[in-house]
């Protein structure tokens, strides 16, 4: 019923309906890239090269490019960011061959799209909160992260419909239409609720809010600093589960792509039924039930690699989905509560950190499940929970609840939020 009420509000309801929409262009998009790829070339290979390819600007603006990323900081601005994704999304089907210059021309699309994207998520991030009052930024953070869960489950199914009327590469001109769906939306949106993208003046001057520093802003809230890298080590160890589980499933079930399936399945419904109870928790000790989450979520891991039969891998999967709200929507609500220099800075952070982890994991970690895929899910599981467990007692012994406070937070009349 919270998500009803929210859903009233004009504002959100267009948000909500156009970035559901994107996100699941989105699945639609991930899954194309790598079928074009892997059926133009064979190679598994170029297939890990095109993740890294479109992860490396969110990197890369995530560290050295804070003043960049902080010039987008308006929903006007945004729009314009969507706008060129439709045109490099539509564009690249028509450009597209089946050769080696198809491959290339394929990757610099990928590139471009990468880098609008890390202009563009970050900024949404942190522009969400300014829509709702204050006591309900958990809420609306629950609700889209509600939208990434149904897309994930939306995704794969939709995409095999839809290739029995059009091609892999035509994929890509859909999601173009979806992010023209966004631009509009954030057009309309920059017009209306010019303020709650910063301020009037923001939106028609075209000066940028103010790029928080980093290292600065990460000393300044310590325990957000050590939820961020908590959650670096966690997307690292997750290639474990991305890549090892096709393998675990062939050499300790002896089954195939159906199972795969049913195992992704349970962990999408247990996200589902997740979300609901991340985003109506009551405020007040976030980094326990974020440190928590994670501690359950690697022990489930972990089991998986030991687990004997196949029924008690689908209920792990289902535990695994179960508590996975509770990390991103914990994080980002809390992130949300702060002033909007601060909260950009620290989401642009935490996507960095992720997506580091993540590409890092995925170029090293399959050396793991290659050599064991059990007892990668075993080492990977381990680490996490170990991990979160530290994180917990480290935070709990040598941090002080409210040793710091946002930076500016009474400045930009939000309210403060207790580390």
Request: a positive charge; hydrophobic letters at 55%; charged letters at 10%.
């Amino acid at each position: 019923m919270s998500y009803l009420r929210l859903l009233r509000q004009r504002s959100v309801l267009v948000l909500w309906l156009a970035q559901s929409l994107s996100v699941l262009g989105d699945r639609l998009y991930a899954l194309a890239v790598m079928w074009v790829v892997y059926a133009a070339t064979g190679s598994a290979s170029l297939m890990g090269l095109v993740a890294v390819v479109e992860s490396l600007p969110y990197i890369v603006l995530g560290t050295v490019g804070r003043h960049a990323v902080a010039r987008f900081s308006t929903f006007g601005r945004l729009a314009w960011v969507d706008a060129a994704r439709a045109l490099v999304a539509v564009a690249l089907p028509f450009l597209w061959s089946p050769d080696v210059w198809g491959v290339a021309l394929l990757l610099v699309g990928v590139l471009l799209l990468g880098t609008l994207g890390a202009l563009f998520d970050p900024n949404l991030g942190a522009l969400v909160p300014d829509l709702v009052e204050p006591s309900r930024v958990q809420q609306v953070t629950g609700l889209f992260d509600l939208t990434g869960r149904i897309a994930r489950i939306a995704g794969p199914a939709s995409i095999g419909l839809l290739l029995l009327v059009v091609s892999e590469v035509q994929l890509f001109a859909l999601n173009g239409i979806t992010f023209a769906v966004s631009a509009v939306a954030l057009g309309w949106l920059a017009r209306r609720y010019a303020t709650a993208a910063g301020s009037e003046e923001v939106e028609r001057s075209g000066r940028a809010r103010p790029a928080a520093r980093a290292w600065p802003t990460v000393r300044a809230h310590p325990r957000v600093g050590l939820a961020i890298g908590l959650h670096g080590v966690a997307l690292f160890c997750s290639a474990v589960t991305a890549v090892g589980m096709p393998a675990l499933l062939a050499t300790r079930y002896g089954t195939g792509a159906a199972v795969y399936g049913l195992v992704t399945a349970a962990v999408g419904i247990g996200a589902l039924l997740g979300n609901p109870l991340a985003s109506n928790r009551r405020s007040g000790g976030w980094l326990g039930v974020y440190c928590a989450a994670w501690a359950v979520q690697g022990v489930a891991t972990a089991c998986m690699g030991l687990a004997l039969s196949l029924p008690a891998l689908v209920l792990l999967a289902t535990v695994t989905g179960l508590v996975t709200p509770a990390t991103s929507v914990t994080l980002r609500a809390h992130l949300g509560a702060f002033a909007p220099a601060e909260r950009l800075r620290l989401m642009s952070v935490d996507q960095t950190v992720i997506r580091a982890g993540g590409t890092a994991g995925m170029l090293l970690l399959p050396f793991l499940v290659d050599a064991s895929p059990r007892g990668a899910f075993v080492v990977g599981g381990v680490v996490v929970a170990g991990v979160a467990l530290g994180a917990l007692l480290v935070a709990s012994r040598a941090l002080r609840p409210d040793a710091v406070l946002p930076v500016s937070a009474a400045a930009h009349g939000r309210p403060v939020a207790a580390e």
